[in-house]
């Protein structure tokens, strides 16, 4: 375990560590004297490029900053948020923080300040290949992407992002920190011109050279032109092989970090789906999904990696949630664990995640289909019910019949009315875990083969 120190290493395009220390040097200036004041500065360059239609539409370049000014009174924090930088704007931050005091009770325990920050580790998070991405390689990458689709007088459409990003956290009694990462992401999605089908990829990484455009983008062309001509099917329980990103669209609603909290779980009269049948208690030590899922958190995994240290020093660290189907743990902040676990540190959740998986191809899981459906993803996935997770939506850019272990026939995409606890407890079987399109928050999943998944009705949209 190290601690990382700040270095006067400038990083051009986004914020650089002697920008933050200024920054944190002029807050405790303009801070009254009484109690402490820590910064915390996002800074964040984007790099974009839309297109749709065949055509390139939009592309551009954004410098943004989010600096939090946090107060502490005796024992009482409170914190507030601005983007700009100048001495009026912090001086207002630091009094609108101050306000928020008065409704914070003094707690000799509190989350922050640290005396110090926690040890952690750093994951290889920058890529200079990701943040060298610009413009005009960007574009040269779209031309490439539009150009299959348009050759099969498709209509293609996609969306490249890539950014390097600064975390400065500056506490007192404690070296600063700054942590330097980049993003990348890439989607793509192919239609018919006369609206007969649609096919969509997408992923994202660190490293832009991970993601595979030309790999995505025949992805999407293939599931456009077999989607074509769909026909409506009656609604009803039928067994899915869902494709990883639609694992993800409803499995990520478990695995949140409002989902995830155990205050919440024990909270008096909570709806949160871990929440025990006992007040005040949670399901941790109980079966809850198929034997067969283990979900983790860890920023050292380089396949689900993700800055390790948030909120002024809160440090993400490998956790366990589910094992063996059984509900391991929940996450926790420092002020729990001191009050509830006798412990001086916390279990904080990112919202990434990365769940276990088989060795079973998406072509095998149809092969062992008798009559079901297979679906690419899921869209406007929105929650019916909290205590139950029951979610609605609907299915997008392909979605097929499956009879007697062969795909028949497109279909028309449904609706559908799910919890992902019912369908992570009728697993039948399990693919390769992959990463998927997630850019709030990574994740690794597998495709699944599931019995009973509830679609409710047919929908027109493509």
């Given at each position: 375990?190290?601690?990382?120190?700040?270095?006067?290493?400038?990083?051009?395009?986004?914020?650089?560590?002697?920008?933050?220390?200024?920054?944190?040097?002029?807050?405790?200036?303009?801070?009254?004297?009484?109690?402490?004041?820590?910064?915390?500065?996002?800074?964040?360059?984007?790099?974009?490029?839309?297109?749709?239609?065949?055509?390139?539409?939009?592309?551009?370049?954004?410098?943004?900053?989010?600096?939090?000014?946090?107060?502490?009174?005796?024992?009482?924090?409170?914190?507030?948020?601005?983007?700009?930088?100048?001495?009026?704007?912090?001086?207002?931050?630091?009094?609108?923080?101050?306000?928020?005091?008065?409704?914070t009770p003094e707690r000799a325990d509190s989350n922050f300040p640290r005396q110090g920050l926690e040890p952690y580790k750093e994951p290889k998070l920058w890529y200079d290949t990701t943040f060298n991405l610009l413009s005009q390689e960007r574009a040269a990458i779209v031309d490439s992407l539009i150009a299959p689709a348009e050759s099969e007088g498709m209509v293609a459409a996609g969306y490249i992002e890539v950014s390097g990003n600064g975390r400065s956290i500056t506490i007192p009694k404690s070296d600063p920190i700054f942590l330097r990462y980049t993003q990348a992401q890439l989607?793509?999605?192919?239609?018919?011109?006369?609206?007969?089908?649609?096919?969509?990829?997408?992923?994202?990484?660190?490293?832009?050279?991970?993601?595979?455009?030309?790999?995505?983008?025949?992805?999407?062309?293939?599931?456009?032109l077999r989607s074509r001509n769909p026909v409506a099917i009656e609604p009803g329980r039928y067994n899915v092989v869902l494709e990883p990103q639609a694992v993800h669209d409803i499995s990520s609603k478990c695995f949140n970090w409002l989902m995830l909290s155990r205050l919440y779980a024990e909270s008096d009269r909570s709806n949160s789906p871990y929440?025990?049948?006992?007040?005040?208690?949670?399901?941790?030590?109980?079966?809850?999904?198929?034997?067969?899922?283990?979900?983790?958190?860890?920023?050292?995994?380089?396949?689900?990696?993700?800055?390790?240290?948030?909120?002024?020093?809160?440090?993400?660290?490998?956790?366990?949630?589910?094992e063996n189907g059984v509900l391991k743990d929940l996450a926790y902040d420092r002020w729990y664990g001191i009050q509830n676990l006798g412990l001086n540190s916390g279990l904080p959740s990112s919202s990434a995640y990365s769940m276990s998986g088989g060795t079973m191809s998406v072509e095998e899981m149809i092969e062992r289909t008798e009559r079901g459906l297979i679906v690419t993803r899921f869209s406007g996935v929105t929650e019916v019910d909290r205590r139950s997770l029951l979610?609605?939506?609907?299915?997008?850019?392909?979605?097929?019949?499956?009879?007697?272990?062969?795909?028949?026939?497109?279909?028309?995409?449904?609706?559908?009315?799910?919890?992902?606890?019912?369908?992570?407890?009728?697993?039948?079987?399990?693919?390769?875990?992959?990463?998927?399109?997630?850019?709030?928050?990574?994740?690794?999943?597998?495709?699944?083969m599931s019995r009973d998944f509830s679609f409710t009705a047919t929908i027109e949209a493509i």
């Open positions: 375990m190290i601690i990382k120190k700040m270095v006067d290493k400038p990083v051009g395009r986004f914020i650089s560590p002697a920008e933050c220390a200024e920054i944190y040097r002029r807050a405790q200036t303009l801070s009254n004297g009484i109690g402490i004041t820590a910064v915390g500065v996002e800074g964040r360059w984007t790099g974009n490029i839309r297109w749709g239609r065949n055509e390139i539409v939009s592309c551009g370049d954004v410098r943004n900053n989010s600096i939090t000014v946090s107060r502490n009174i005796n024992g009482a924090g409170a914190a507030a948020i601005t983007s700009d930088s100048s001495d009026r704007s912090l001086a207002w931050t630091i009094a609108k923080a101050e306000r928020y005091l008065q409704f989607s793509v999605t192919v239609r018919d011109p006369k609206g007969w089908g649609s096919g969509w990829a997408g992923v994202d990484w660190n490293d832009w050279k991970r993601i595979d455009g030309t790999k995505l983008t025949a992805i999407a062309l293939d599931k456009c929440a025990g049948m006992v007040n005040r208690t949670s399901k941790i030590g109980l079966k809850i999904f198929d034997e067969r899922i283990n979900i983790t958190h860890d920023p050292m995994d380089e396949n689900c990696s993700f800055p390790p240290v948030f909120n002024f020093g809160a440090v993400y660290n490998r956790a366990v949630w589910v979610h609605t939506g609907y299915t997008r850019d392909g979605l097929w019949l499956i009879e007697r272990g062969k795909i028949s026939k497109p279909a028309k995409n449904m609706r559908f009315t799910e919890s992902p606890l019912h369908t992570l407890n009728n697993i039948v079987e399990l693919g390769v875990p992959q990463r998927v399109f997630s850019p709030d928050a990574p994740a690794v999943v597998p495709a699944i």
